[in-house]
């Protein structure tokens, strides 16, 4: 291992910025964010590791497959003390033998946090420490050593960062991982066994977010290959459509059946193929999410700003039920349509938006079928996914071109009006509905939103009512835009940062018997052979919810868990959550609900349920459950 000199020492106390060559080609290089520091400050140092062509470095937490886990630490002589390591988030990557793995290729940024402290003047000196493995045809572990020198005085400028502009970004996007102990320096000059850092108590939770498991879980199942994963998802896809989530749009299917029912049958199938197809563009979308960005099914609900842009299009939507606004299409596809048949650009609309609907649900089959699908490589993938959206518009396709299944729709009439108006108010409440899953600070800024674009199209159908000419049209358009990005504004830019100030802390409900998941806690209680039971939540998972009222809340489980003396842990996911979120990709899901039961005697073989639960199966589960 070769090593190269600092650039320069300044006497004002520039950080040293230090290169190490590993083997051949990889180098890492150490960055400070300032030139100097004084007593007591927070310092941040980026390692830039740069990999060459055709290698790649094994990230941390592992994948599937084989591979020693990254670690990174730090040591240093004179105070600086870690309180937090981040890296830029790795990608998968599948060797030719062997299932995926998280790993990088080109380029890794690493970054530690610490505080300064027990020098006043001076340089504090240290290193990262980088133990981990780099492959090509073969593998070599190494471990090597990046110094750093940080200089302290009283007078030093606290100014901002001097990272350049990807250092910057990498550091805003860069996510936790976990803590290894090393070596500080405590006043004499000894070296102390650990860092100055508690993370044994529940509320430090988050500092251990990237974790390794090693369970074995326990499920009665089939062991999953591609033609069976296709054929449960075409089922699952099937069921989603008797989902909750998807029962409003269900409805307004519906009567564009009963719309229909004069139709030719040939018209009858292309709109259902239209449909089809919108929910086709979503399945795929939400494939090369899954393929290439690491998504889960229905994890988008965790980003709190597509929730409420979800919930924005899902309340625009029910105002069309109730005939607030009229979307007037270009002549050339009015044209197509009234060969085809009225509303081509509807549907596709509708099957759209029905399989956004649908993903805060999961179902049977779906659950195991995507957990065993998301490991797999991309051209899998998107043929489950495929599978699972072909599943779901079999139903239309079929209802359309079966003459005797057609005779069962009801006629047009006056009731359609009010079915109409029936399924706006259900659109409207599922909009409620999933602002539990904002943080409480931005349900108010959400709600004020919806009033402006409910302002918004209602001004558009003043300005310009149905027959308008071209020039109002655009008018009530920018017109409608400006009161949009005016509520974005106000409700966002100005109400947030006020509300978010003051909001309180949500209080947990049933704290007496279930408590916020931790690794901690799971660990304590292995240690000392306590059974677990862990339910995986999220607030926008509408059988979640269902479970928790119908299940895990009731009476007789609640009852049970106390006579057992059951830890009941709840690993909420409704935001990012990686704690939870590695355990529940551990044990085999993508998707929640998910519960598994840990045994006190045999915590690592436990015992999982996925999708909607069996009230039944689980009190057969905690009965077995030995007593102390």
């Keep these: 291992m070769k090593k190269t000199s600092p650039a320069r020492r300044v006497t004002t106390g520039i950080l040293l910025v230090v290169t190490v060559i590993v083997g051949a080609d990889i180098t890492a290089t150490v960055v400070p964010n300032k030139e100097a520091y004084t007593p007591g400050d927070t310092a ?9 062509s055709k290698y790649h470095l094994y990230g941390n937490p592992l994948g599937p497959g084989i591979g020693k886990p990254l670690k990174i630490s730090a040591e240093s002589e004179g ?4 309180i937090s390591l981040k890296k830029s988030p790795a990608s998968k990557y599948t060797p030719e ?25 001076g340089n504090v000196e240290g290193a990262v420490i980088m133990d981990g493995l780099i492959c090509h045809t073969a593998c070599v572990p190494f471990v090597h050593k990046s110094p750093f020198a940080l200089a302290i005085n009283s007078w030093a400028d606290p100014g901002e960062s001097v990272w350049n502009e990807t250092l910057e970004e990498k550091y805003g996007a860069s996510i936790p991982m976990e803590i290894e102990d090393t070596p500080q320096e405590q006043e004499g000059g000894q070296f102390s066994s650990g860092l100055s850092l508690d993370v044994s108590g529940v509320n430090n939770a988050n500092r251990e977010a990237v974790l390794e498991w090693d369970y074995d879980p326990v499920e009665s199942g089939k062991k999953y290959n591609i033609f069976l994963a296709v054929l449960f998802a075409f089922l699952a896809g099937i069921i989603l459509n008797f989902m909750p989530c998807v029962l409003p749009v269900l409805g307004v299917k519906i009567l564009s059946f009963s719309h229909g029912i004069s139709e030719s049958r040939l018209k009858a199938v292309i709109r259902s193929l239209v449909f089809a197809a919108g929910m086709m563009v979503i399945f795929m979308a939400l494939a090369a999410l899954a393929a290439f960005a690491g998504y889960s099914w229905g994890e988008q609900f965790q980003n709190p700003k597509i929730l409420v842009g979800i919930i924005g299009l899902i309340f625009v939507f029910a105002l069309g039920m109730f005939d607030v606004y009229m979307i007037l299409v270009p002549s050339n596809i009015s044209n197509l349509e009234q060969k085809t048949g009225e509303g081509l650009h509807s549907d596709f609309l509708k099957g759209m938006f029905a399989t956004i609907l649908a993903t805060p649900c999961s179902g049977p089959f779906l659950g195991a079928t995507l957990a065993w ?9 998107f043929g489950v996914f495929a599978s699972v959206g072909a599943g779901m518009a ?58 402006f674009l409910a302002t918004a199209l209602w001004f558009f159908g003043r ?14 358009t920018v017109f409608a835009a ?22 309180l802390e949500k209080s947990e409900e049933h704290a007496d018997v279930w408590e916020t998941f931790s690794p901690g806690l799971l660990r304590a209680a292995h240690a000392s052979g306590r059974h677990v039971v862990v339910d995986f939540t999220a607030s926008w998972c509408m059988n979640c919810q269902f479970n928790k009222i119908a299940v895990l809340h009731s009476k007789k489980i609640t009852n049970l868990l106390r006579k057992k003396d059951v830890l009941a842990l709840k690993a909420d996911i409704t935001s990012r959550n990686e704690p939870a979120e590695t355990l529940l990709h551990h044990l085999g899901s993508r998707s929640v609900p998910f519960f598994a039961v840990f045994p006190g005697h045999n915590p690592y ?24």
């Design 394 to 451: 079999f139903p239309y396709i079929l209802l359309s071109s079966s003459k005797t299944l057609a005779r069962h729709v009801p006629k047009p009439g006056k009731w359609m009006e009010d079915f109409k108006h029936v399924m706006g108010f259900l659109l409207l409440g599922f909009a409620v509905y999933l602002m539990i899953g904002l943080p409480k600070d931005m349900i108010i800024s959400t709600v004020g939103l919806c009033v």
């Design 463 to 476: 300005i310009a009512p149905f027959g308008s000419s071209a020039a109002r049209k655009i008018i009530a």
């Design 605 to 628: 073989e436990p015992i999982i349920m996925r999708d909607l639960l069996d009230k039944k199966k689980v009190t057969e589960a905690l009965k077995n459950l030995p007593e102390k």
């Design 79 to 82: 105070g600086f003390n870690v």
């Design 482 to 503: 400006s009161v949009i990005a005016l509520g974005i504004y106000v409700n966002f830019g100005v109400l947030y940062p006020r509300v978010a100030d003051s909001a």
């Design 373 to 381: 699908t998301l490991t797999q490589p991309p051209l899998i993938i």
């Design 44 to 52: 941040v140092l980026a390692m830039v590791v740069t990999i060459p």
């Design 97 to 121: 033998i062997g299932e995926w793995v998280w790993a990088y290729e080109d380029a890794a940024w690493f970054f530690i946090e610490g505080v300064l402290a027990g020098k006043s003047e």
